[in-house]
């Protein structure tokens, strides 16, 4: 037997030795499926298989490139190299340039990127006098992206009823005809986008059914990388190409199926045995990766699916922890916990920073964690995409707010001028500069001054100009008179911004949209900080102050420095640490409201939630807020559904945790004790009971997740209300959990703290209005607080 097939379990090697037809391996979370995969390649070519004679099909060239590395390891990179291995695009874009003409391409054609493609939608739009503020490109991309994944062509799409009602609903009836131009552009172009890659090969083979068969024949032995992310046209070419020799080998885990929304179909690896009706099926379940109860708790969660293909994954590492699960008073809060817990994790346990992950639903989360790791002057880096104040959205507000502070401000004039667009092109724009140089001024001295500075612009121009002053000269005069979360809700509202980004409803726009709706929790935030500071006037000046501090310490000075990870789940998928905190489980957020739909989406936010787990080596946390801001709202939350879905046995709520009931009465209590307009009127549908058996908690504790009737919907800015002090109570017994004025706090007195949680007095200064509270909480430190102003009530 081959020296390297020592190295695996009888699981592994089981699936590498079978090769006499179809198999499917389902390989569990850190069970060694990269190691299977190349190892059976490598038994294959020790075995009378030509390298040109086997194809191997991924979805990153990274992948590809470090298999076929390992393989060169075992059988030499002469072999190796002649592998057909890749990206399902590289290798049938390299099967379409050899048959190109047949489907009337050159062999030359052009690959178009997503720029290249959404640059033809805008020409296609604009040339059918459509408005692109209804038929965005954005979308108009996606939807083309989405029918072709599902083979459906343009003169299909165009018959197809429920497309047509879809279209119907979005308000852009003519979206077959724009799919039909497109297609037939590209066609004369020369050219194919990404999706096209894989349209065209499916065409090929079922057009040419001699071409399929000469493919079919050729590869004798097909493998197939995390089969469960592929979409149909994917799923369907692969039968194509296995209909001759039927030796073909898919390796994925259904448990981890998470990207419906590229088009990825769990179907095709829960039904692949149906379809390969003689396939044999191999479980990898040894997990290499995670503790016994990490892979416990997980096993545990994900068996509440019912589409699934049962397996027990198992581990041989040390029991470990049990996860510790973390119940913060706010979104503030958690940040606080998290920042802390990485501290203790870097100090006592002598872990580096980047063995440790925060993982969210959203990107928007990553604002709380980002602040309160700077806090500390922790290193840190976001994943797969940008830190908060760098994404475009928010720069594209930011540069707004900083017009209305500074109207001189070039960059930000130059940002804003045409977005949203107000067809202000870059001919005009160019003219503003020039004069302004010339006159050694600003660009909006020239803009208020158009004539003086020789500005040559038409009517329509100088209206568009002047009604672009008009909106920026309103904001200006605001910054004195309105708070920092007043005016930015405004300029949000009257730039256009809200109505630009709500009308988009892709999985992309989505994530803007709650990229500004963190932004603008954050501005009301930062007022209602500075408010209980004793800053009764917290100026849009101030706020900028604040975060272009942040924004200077996003540029990565010390790459080589070990940081901590934050990153969405989705991100993380194929990734490990030592010690991952999984944060923001709650009900509508985590799962999603959006997933309440079908069970089919409630069971992906679960094999979600699996992946997040499975991330961790050593140790995990989970974490919930019981409240959040919504555009200046307090909206209280239930935990998410799926900590009840994990055994009690694998679980622990730290003591610190298990307040009293009268402390922990619920989130409607404690609304209508201190509520005053900022506070959301929605109730709460159960509150959440904590027991002190730690055998029944997990059963206990989230009773209360109920399953919402309808999502939640995004929802543009609520009218802004100027942050008004809390009224005077009257001065109460400690320890009745009612609000109390500033006169009924004393020193070493214990009080529940909308935002920062629990602490406790430890001085008091100044008398009435001016009273002041320096208090020590647990998780946020030591903040001073203008009891005037401060969001709270006596516990003890």
């Not at 040339?127 to 490109?137: A, G, H, I, R, T």
């Not at 140089?437 to 803009?447: D, E, F, Y």
């Not at 200006?476 to 509202?493: C, N, Q, T």
């Not at 990734?575 to 991952?580: A, I, M, Q, S």
Request: glycine letters at 6%; a neutral charge; hydrophobic letters at 35%.
């Amino acid at each position: 037997m081959t020296t390297y097939l020592d190295e695996l379990n009888e699981s592994q090697r089981a699936a590498v030795l079978y090769n006499e037809g179809p198999s499917l391996v389902i390989a569990g979370a850190g069970s060694g499926k990269t190691r299977v995969l190349t190892y059976k390649i490598a038994y294959l070519l020790d075995n009378g298989f030509e390298p040109w004679s086997i194809l191997a099909l991924t979805f990153t060239n990274k992948a590809a490139r470090e298999m076929k590395e390992r393989i060169a390891r075992q059988v030499g990179m002469e072999r190796a190299r002649y592998l057909w291995m890749g990206t399902f695009h590289s290798i049938f874009a390299r099967i379409l340039r050899t048959e190109a003409e047949i489907l009337g391409f050159t062999s030359n054609f052009t690959i178009y990127d997503a720029s290249d493609s959404k640059n033809l939608l805008k020409g296609i739009i604009k040339e059918m006098n459509l408005d692109d503020k209804v038929y965005k490109p954005g979308m108009i991309q996606s939807r083309i992206s989405n029918a072709k994944n599902q083979l459906v062509l343009p003169q299909a799409y165009a018959t197809n009823g429920e497309f047509f009602l879809a279209d119907q609903a979005a308000k852009i009836p003519l979206m077959r005809d724009i799919y039909l131009r497109y297609w037939e552009r590209c066609k004369q172009s020369d050219a194919m986008d990404f999706d096209d890659l894989l349209v065209y090969t499916y065409l090929l083979f079922q057009q040419h059914p001699e071409v399929c068969e000469k493919y079919a024949g050729r590869f004798n032995y097909i493998l197939v990388d995390e089969y469960q992310d592929t979409n149909y046209a994917q799923h369907a070419i692969v039968q194509q190409l296995t209909q001759i020799n039927r030796r073909v080998c898919v390796v994925g885990d259904d448990a981890q199926s998470i990207y419906s929304f590229r088009g990825a179909k769990i179907d095709n690896i829960l039904k692949f045995t149906q379809l390969y009706k003689d396939a044999r099926l191999f479980k990898l379940e040894q997990n290499y990766r995670s503790t016994q109860t990490i892979v416990n708790a997980a096993n545990s969660l994900i068996e509440k699916n019912s589409e699934q293909i049962r397996k027990e994954v198992y581990s041989k590492k040390e029991k470990g922890d049990p996860i510790e699960v973390f119940s913060a008073y706010s979104d503030v809060e958690e940040g606080e916990i998290v920042a802390n817990q990485i501290v203790r994790l870097h100090t006592r346990d002598g872990y580096p920073y980047n063995e440790c992950a925060v993982l969210y639903r959203t990107n928007a989360q990553s604002r709380i964690f980002e602040e309160a790791l700077r806090k500390r002057n922790l290193p840190y880096r976001i994943f797969g995409g940008l830190s908060f104040y760098q994404r475009k959205e928010i720069k594209d507000v930011v540069a707004y707010f900083r017009l209305a502070v500074n109207p001189n401000d070039e960059e930000a004039f130059k940002r804003v001028l045409n977005y949203p667009a107000r067809g202000i092109g870059d001919t005009t724009l160019n003219k503003i500069l020039t004069a302004a140089t010339a006159a050694k001024v600003s660009l909006w001295k020239v803009l208020n001054e158009p004539l003086a500075y020789g500005l040559t612009i038409n009517k329509g121009t100088h209206t568009k100009l002047q009604g672009f002053r008009e909106l920026i000269a309103g904001f200006v005069e605001a910054v004195p008179l309105k708070d920092a979360y007043e005016l930015g809700s405004e300029i949000l509202r009257k730039s256009g911004i809200v109505n630009d980004l709500y009308q988009d409803r892709s999985p992309e726009n989505l994530s803007r949209q709650e990229n500004i709706e963190e932004l603008i929790n954050g501005i009301h935030d930062f007022c209602m900080t500075r408010q209980e500071e004793g800053n009764t006037h917290v100026l849009l000046t101030d706020y900028l102050s604040e975060i272009s501090l942040l924004t200077d310490q996003d540029s990565d000075k010390e790459a080589d420095v070990p940081k901590v990870t934050l990153m969405t789940i989705h991100s993380a998928k194929g990734l490990e640490f030592k010690n991952v905190f999984v944060v923001g489980l709650e009900e509508n957020l985590f799962p999603s409201a959006m997933s309440f739909n079908s069970y089919k989406e409630l069971e992906e936010e679960r094999r979600l939630f699996y992946v997040a787990i499975t991330r961790a080596e050593d140790h995990c946390y989970l974490s919930f807020a019981k409240s959040r801001f919504k555009y200046g709202k307090m909206e209280f939350s239930n935990p998410s559904r799926f900590l009840k879905d994990i055994d009690a046995r694998y679980l622990n709520v730290p003591q610190e945790e298990r307040i009293s009931r009268r402390v922990d009465e619920g989130a409607t209590r404690f609304r209508r004790e201190i509520g005053d307009g900022l506070t959301s009127t929605a109730t709460v549908k159960r509150s959440y009971e904590r027991k002190e058996k730690d055998d029944n908690w997990g059963a206990d504790m989230f009773d209360g997740g109920e399953i919402p009737q309808e999502p939640r919907p995004f929802v543009k800015p609520a009218p802004p209300r100027k942050l008004r002090p809390i009224p005077s109570a009257t001065p109460s017994a400690a320890g009745t959990g009612t609000a109390v004025s500033s006169h009924g706090v004393s020193e070493g007195q214990t009080i529940e703290h909308e935002r920062f949680g629990i602490g406790e007095v430890i001085k008091l200064e100044g008398t009435g209005d001016n009273c002041k509270a320096t208090v020590r909480f647990r998780n946020a430190g030591e903040k001073h607080l203008l009891l005037k102003f401060a969001r709270f009530k006596v516990i003890g």
